[in-house]
């Protein structure tokens, strides 16, 4: 089919630089029309003119001219009256013309009217038309009922009225969509409308979505009657009804039938497809849905740039102004990593095989180095094997940290055994001391101390392994007593302690831990 | 049962370090670039987003639809030596130019979503001619061009702009490349990270164009005066506690080495703390680090190099073999020498790798790769160079850890 050939001219009152004045003159002839005024004379024109609220200056040359171009667009259709009665020559050059609307002119007026309708209305989910639909099926139905010849127009009607709604029903929709995709592309919508248009359609779709399922289970259920009475009949009887004019040639029925069932198709596919298929109705649902989630999308995202994107502009030609003006490339740099914060971070890479090894606290130059592949100071490269080095040699690990247990363990049992005092003994008998003697000895005091005193004031403690007991006597009045070591002196009340292994020496916990 | 119990919980907290460190590395991490990390971001998105909150006090935003993580850093103070390096092969650093084309086209890449890049430049071109501080853009000069082409193109890597038909690089060739982009306002917008807005700044400011105190850029209400030194009295003892917690992780997790001779009283007060030594060793646990206390400060290793621009030591730059050779030099000869001293060692590498050649053999080669080498070392926060070339290099404490095995003792 060719797409439909719109006569040359027909609009073109619409987009002339004179085009506010050529429409306000075709509205004074649409006004006129409507009121069953067929013709206007020139002063008629002008009356209408200002009725319509067109104020500007215009002479009467002007307005000849715009006449006369309408005229030319055929668009008007002039013709001279001469049985009129006229005083003057002037009066008769003024008012024998009488101006009317051609056929063309009527059509192009209804469809700049139709556009500027569409250009205006907002689209709607209307429950209203699905209960009419509804309705008129359920009409049609009764009248289906009866084999009166008589209800053939009454069929015929109905059935233009349900087309009409069905109409509506997808051009509603549709213009919906369109108004909904619009809404969130605005970037210049101020916040203010747009959460008084979000919050009005949010109301408004759920009151939408909340009987959309009755009403359309309603329809489905009278259609489907419609249906069992046969929508052939329903169509002929329609036919019957609607008395379409003869034209010459071709059956004007034929082409009239097949757009009912067209119609009654598009009827079907809303609500009660072929199959499977999912009636459209039911998508409703889903764009009512989706446009409650996308509206408070768009809301959040407005809030957000609008919370900043004013001051957001300015703040990057602060920024552009500081950088085209830094003191130094170094400076630069610095703001970049500030206001922007996109900088990585970074951290060594290479770790100690047993971090464990070294107690935290030692300074850098008395902890090992870690290992750095010998390759790269002699060649400049990593083994490319070292791959796999990833993988710690736990054995290793394992031994060192076994040979480390061993010499600590053989430290301890020294210092023990330098401590051990074989008796009871007072604090000022050790004198001077080794340092990690004196450790030792501290660590047993502080347990000892740590512990609740018996009735006598005895304090008694045992370490953690149960191998070495100390007893703390309270220390009687007097003066302190100091311990030396080659680090410092130590002040302390002068307590009598005694220090032993418990279950034997030393020797007899070697055995037993071997055993 | 358990076991399976035991291998999830296993499997969470490495997503969990592996997120928070590739997070740490790339603050802005987008599904267009890195798929699998964003989509490990996505996952463990409220997990991280608490943990960033409650250690660093960093906010993270993950928008799954949008596609994109971004990790808004806060610095006090920032380190120049990372700055926004170029698209291409050289990763060259932006100079002020490029820096200054980058805000210009951001903040005309607001105005709308759709744009090409004939108009994105004719309005660079007016926004810098209308600003009497701002030398204008000329679109006509190559070099001109190749500024604005590798700002644009950094804009891209981020996913604030998509050039949607054509290349960017099509301009560096011609003023008449047609190039379409999406522009992505909301992205663009994050891009800041400043808590403070620039604009706000620079008003409260007499002259338009004076230097900025970088710090007036960082303050948080949240913190009160516990931030501001010496004014710490008319903060309450939980914002000071807060500020101590976030201003230390922050830089221990962002900077290569802490040193305490850089920390303030209140800092070195809750790392000596117990619970701020519970709560750093917690932290670099979790995040997959190893946490290295010496006497002398604190630094994080990343074994798999995850959080960090760079490593050290490292082939990949005849500059950071050298950096290690004259690191042994250093600490050879009690931490300290003279920058020209170096030099002279410089020109000895050179002769033991002739390879080098290309890059240092010309005139002053050996100047540019000792340059290059101390750099490195300041750049990892092992070295101090008390700058030119007659000032001298002074190794930092944490180079120890790099020098060669010493016998144990």
Known sequence: MAPPRIPAEMFQFTTTERSDLHTAVMYAFGDANERLETFLTFDQVRERLRAIGWYAPLDDAGLNRTLGQLVQWKLLDVV???????????????????????RRGEAAFAGVQHALTVLESSGALQTAVLDAIADRLGELDTLLGTADAAMNRRIFTTLQELEGHLDALRNNTKQFNGELQRLMRAEGADLA??????????????????????????VRAVLAQVELRGVSVLHQRALIGAELPPSPGADPAVPWLTARRAKWDGLRLWFLPEGDGVPRVRQLHDVARRAIVSLLQVLDRITESRRRSSSAAADFRALARWFANAPSEQDAHRLWGTAFGLAPARHAHLAHEDAELIPTGAPWAEAAPVHVSAHLRTSGRTEHIGRTAKVRDVAAVRAARRERAR????????????????????????GTLEHDTFRRLLDLLGRALAAR??????????????????????????????????????????????????????????????? | MSTLANQLVKAEKEELSRAIRVLLGRPLVSLHTDPEDFDLIRRRHQALARWFDYYCGWRLLVEPRLGYARLVKVRETAD?????????????????????????????????PVTTIGMLAQ??????????????????????????????RLLEHYGAVTAVDGATDSYVDSAEAKVLYRVDTTRLLRLLAAPVAPSAVAESSDDPVAWPDLRDLTVERRYGSAAAPGFADGASETQRNLWARHSLLRRLLDDPVVYRADMTAAQLAYAGSLTGRQILRRAAEEAGFELEERAEGYLLIDPDALASDGKFPDEGAHAK???LLLLDVLAASSGTRAFNGLVEESGRLLERFPRW????????????????????????????????????????????????DREET
């Open chain 1, 80 to 102: 001279q009256n001469h049985a009129g009665a006229y005083a003057t020559a002037e009066e008769y050059e003024r008012k024998n013309l009488q101006y009317s609307l051609t």
């Open chain 1, 193 to 218: 409308t747009f959460h008084e248009v979000k919050s009005a359609t949010i109301v408004y779709l759920q009151e939408f979505v909340i009987n959309l399922d009755s009403r359309a289970e309603a």
């Open chain 1, 407 to 430: 010499r600590e363990r053989a430290e301890l049992e020294t210092a023990w055994r330098r401590l051990s005092t074989g008796g009871r003994v007072k604090l000022s008998a050790f």
């Open chain 1, 453 to 515: 005193p018996d009735a006598s004031g005895l304090r008694r403690a045992v370490t953690t392994d149960g191998r070495i007991e100390v007893m703390l006597w309270p220390a009687p009045d007097g003066p302190g007593v100091e311990l030396h070591t080659v680090r410092g002196r130590f002040t302390t009340p002068d307590y009598p302690v005694e220090i032993r292994f418990v279950g034997g020496g030393p020797a007899a916990a070697r055995e037993a831990s071997r055993a």
């Open chain 2, 80 to 112: 120049p030596s990372r700055p926004a390096r170029r698209r291409r092969s050289t990763r060259a650093p932006f100079d002020r130019r490029r820096y200054t084309l980058l805000c210009l086209i951001a903040g005309e890449a607001l105005a709308a």
């Open chain 2, 123 to 152: 309005r660079v071109v007016q926004a810098a001619a209308a600003d009497e501080h701002i030398p204008g853009f000329d679109p006509v000069r190559g070099d001109e061009r190749a500024a604005f082409a590798d700002a644009l």
């Open chain 2, 321 to 323: 073999v050298a950096a």
């Open chain 2, 357 to 404: 050649a290309r890059a240092y053999q010309s005139d002053g080669g050996a100047g540019r790769l000792t340059d290059d080498a101390v750099a490195v070392l300041c750049d990892f926060g092992l070295a101090r160079h008390s700058g030119g070339a007659t000032g001298s290099v002074q190794l930092l404490p944490a180079a120890l850890r790099y020098t060669v």
